[in-house]
């Protein structure tokens, strides 16, 4: 939602789509959201939509909260410790 509020912003200051996704490759990363989504979102501003929010949609309610995406995270930088422990113990074995 940071990145539509800064589309909706730099889109009503009449920014070219187009440079609006380089600055926000600038500031955020080349991963932060591709060009076409950019598009897309100064699009419906243009349209009239305001809201950078989702639209509430019908069917079934994710599954991932914030305390999934935590513990997810936590088991992941175990994971990477885990190995960097094991490649280390390999490597003084094999001196």
């Not at 920014?15 to 600038?26: A, E, G, M, Y």
Request: charged fraction near 35%.
């Amino acid at each position: 939602m940071k990145l539509r509020s800064v589309i909706r912003f730099l889109n009503a200051r009449n920014v070219l789509p187009s440079d609006i996704h380089r600055q926000i490759c600038q500031v955020y990363g080349d991963n932060a959201m591709n060009d076409g989504m950019v598009w897309k979102w100064v699009r419906m501003f243009n349209e009239g939509r305001e809201n950078v929010h989702d639209e509430v949609r019908s069917g079934r309610p994710s599954l991932v909260n914030d305390d999934l995406v935590r513990k997810v995270k936590e088991r992941v930088r175990i994971n990477i410790t885990l190995r960097r422990v094991r490649e280390t113990t390999d490597a003084v074995e094999r001196q």
